[in-house]
């Protein structure tokens, strides 16, 4: 028992300083990278925010094994037509091959090269800058990542953390000393249940919350749909939350929909018992920031049961503004997220390339992407800007251009 009591010691010894360092070292793998994703937008058209969202997410905000001895940023493989270093780190598999880079600025080159000349890629570049959901699923649908939360991760990313205004600095429309910048208290609001951002397919905005309400949850047990339920603390070690309440590991994991996780990477509810197959409430109304997983804990039913009932598959998300039905079947499957995102630039090619253009020319914004044989001097003549102002918007030391290259151009 002295033993047992013990363990729970340590690991709410440790949680508490897991706690405090989650959001700092987001903060600071922010504010050290900013710089480089900002860069590499400009120079191929990869939104800021993606980078960072990516990168955060791949490097466990800098931290991670891979990252330490390799400088890899975004967990690149090393792939049959790779000839540089590489390191051996265990992943899907053990031992699997990665790229090693010489810095972190070789890794984000490389990441950006990687998806600008991948022909899976390509129709990502049709897809608005801005539109950073568009861009997260459509990373998904591309096969950058195996996990069916991939894009839902990068969208939390960047709403969390406001990682969108570096889009925008990128692109002119902000500036730089008008950056809210990220200090070692950043995220404990969204970790809290508010997330920045516009409603979705809009962009997020610098200042605005989304619509998801702050939730005071009271300490210790209570309930939640007739089901026990606690609320814990980011960086919480699961074990030691097993312990207390006498449970095994998986299955506290289990009762959460939560897979081989240590400790909580976010304030959240943890269900003690299994959740029921249907809500007390007869619907629920899907709130920027919001996923799937949110509505299931906040609601105390099954994972799998709000999927059956809405006709949705594991990985799809319902758009803001959805009915998402808790006690009977759905009458038809809720618009959804990503097809909304996706739709609106993809699919719809032609009402986005209007409606792009329209913008562009009451901002006086261009996105020019440099063609075969095309310099500086004859892209000025194109847009009757001077050659120096072109490299000023973009950031270019020299006069040198590479074909598929992204350029921003303000328009007399």
């Known amino acids: 028992m002295k033993i047992k009591f013990a363990v729970i010691l340590f690991f709410a010894f440790l949680s508490t300083r897991l706690s405090a360092q989650a959001p700092y070292d987001i903060a600071t793998y922010v504010n050290t990278y900013k710089g480089l994703a900002i860069s590499e937008m400009q120079r191929t058209g990869i939104p800021a925010s993606i980078i960072l969202a990516q990168g955060i997410h791949e490097t466990q905000a800098g931290t991670s094994d891979l990252v330490k001895k390799s400088n890899n940023h975004f967990g690149i493989k090393c792939k049959d ?14 031992g699997e091959c990665f790229r090693s880079y010489n810095t972190p600025q ?33 990373l998904k ?5 195996t996990n069916t939360k991939y894009p839902q991760i990068l969208i939390r990313l960047i709403e969390d953390y406001n990682l969108q205004q570096y889009t925008e600095i990128a692109m002119g429309r902000l500036k730089p000393s008008e950056e809210v910048v990220l200090g070692k208290d950043a ?20 200042g605005q919350t989304a619509a998801v309400p702050l939730v005071n949850y009271p300490s210790g047990e209570f309930s939640i749909n007739n089901t026990r339920v606690i609320y814990a603390k980011a960086g919480s070690s699961l074990l030691a939350i097993a312990n207390q309440y006498e449970l095994q590991l998986p299955r506290l994991l289990e009762f959460n929909d939560l897979k081989e996780e240590d400790v909580l990477v976010k304030d959240q509810l943890l269900f003690l018992q299994r959740k029921r197959k249907t809500g007390m409430n007869e619907y629920h109304i899907v709130q920027n920031g919001e996923f799937v997983y ?29 009915r998402i039905y808790l006690q009977s079947t759905a009458p038809a499957r809720p618009a959804l997220r990503g097809e909304k995102a996706i739709q609106a630039s993809a699919a719809s090619q032609s009402t986005a390339l ?48 590479s074909i598929g290259q992204a350029l921003i151009i303000h328009k007399n």
Do not use: C
Not at 82 to 91: I, K, L, N, R, S
């Open 294 to 322: 949110d509505i299931s804990q906040s609601e105390g039913i099954r994972y799998e049961s709000l999927l059956t009932l809405n006709l949705i598959s594991a990985g799809e998300e319902p758009a803001v503004g959805e």
């Open 354 to 401: 209007q409606e792009e253009e329209g913008t562009r020319e009451k901002n006086n914004l261009v996105m020019h992407i440099v063609q075969s044989k095309e310099t500086l001097y004859s892209i000025s003549q194109k847009y009757r800007v001077e050659v120096g102002k072109i490299q000023q918007w973009n950031n270019l030391e020299s006069s040198n251009l």
């Open 187 to 206: 995220g404990n609001t969204a970790y809290g249940g508010v997330a920045q951002g516009q409603e979705e397919g809009t962009g997020g905005k610098t």
């Open 141 to 145: 649908k591309a096969g950058y990542a």
């Open 81 to 94: 037509n790779w000839t540089g270093a590489v390191v051996y780190h265990d992943d899907d598999r053990s």
């Open 106 to 138: 070789d890794s984000y080159v490389d990441h950006s090269d990687f998806l600008r000349n991948g022909p899976r890629y390509q129709f990502l570049f049709k897809i608005k800058p801005e539109n950073y959901q568009g861009w997260a699923y459509g």
